[in-house]
């Protein structure tokens, strides 16, 4: 899958690179309001570790540390070695998962994941373009331009809910820096 390297990328760059690599969902504007958002990491802490699933082992990113700052009900999410941020809101799917919606800056696309706490880590596992294809009730919903795809109007939180049922497990994990 060519967005592999992508996701390396984003947990690298502090979430940042998984809204530029295309081929994870997007939206043009916010499918959830700020109001939305919840203290997701509120028991594991600020900083973190990074590491990616690679064929079934988790592997340490190089770079420095993810750091998130709350912000009202969203937090700011930036890498240690990095001065790009990106805005992150954890919304509540019930059973311990979330929405999280990211996005680089004003002006730029939103892009979502499924994320869970297990463990004591935040687990994430992107919306990846080829898997919403895979699901007919999915692919409804969201408008696929080559390998990039983006939510339609009619997907809502019980899509999100349908998706993280339907997605791979986690690919991502963030271990809190004791």
């Keep these: 899958m060519p967005c592999i390297h992508a996701l390396r990328v984003f947990v690298a760059a502090a979430l940042l690179a ?39 082992v988790w592997v340490a990113e190089d770079g420095g540390e993810i750091i998130f700052t709350r912000q009202g009900k969203h937090y700011v999410a930036r890498n240690s070695n990095e001065n790009d941020e990106i805005t ?42 080829d898997e919403l294809k895979a699901n007919a009730e999915l692919a409804a919903q969201v408008t696929f331009t080559g390998t990039d795809c983006s939510a339609r109007a009619t997907w809502t939180a019980k899509s999100f809910a349908k998706a993280a049922d339907v997605v791979a497990p986690a690919r991502i994990r963030l271990t809190p820096v004791k």
Aim: hydrophobic residues 45%; neutral net charge.
């Design 18 to 56: 998984f809204g530029l690599a295309g081929c994870v969902l997007q939206s043009p504007d916010a499918l959830f309001p700020e109001a939305k958002g919840v203290a997701a990491l509120e028991k594991l802490g600020m900083r973190f570790t990074s590491e990616s699933l690679s064929k079934g």
């Design 88 to 129: 992150v809101l954890f919304v509540p799917l019930g059973s311990g998962r979330f929405v999280l919606q990211a996005q680089e800056g004003e002006g730029k696309p939103f892009a979502y994941m499924i994320a869970s706490i297990s463990e004591g880590r935040m687990m994430m596992s992107p919306l990846f373009c």
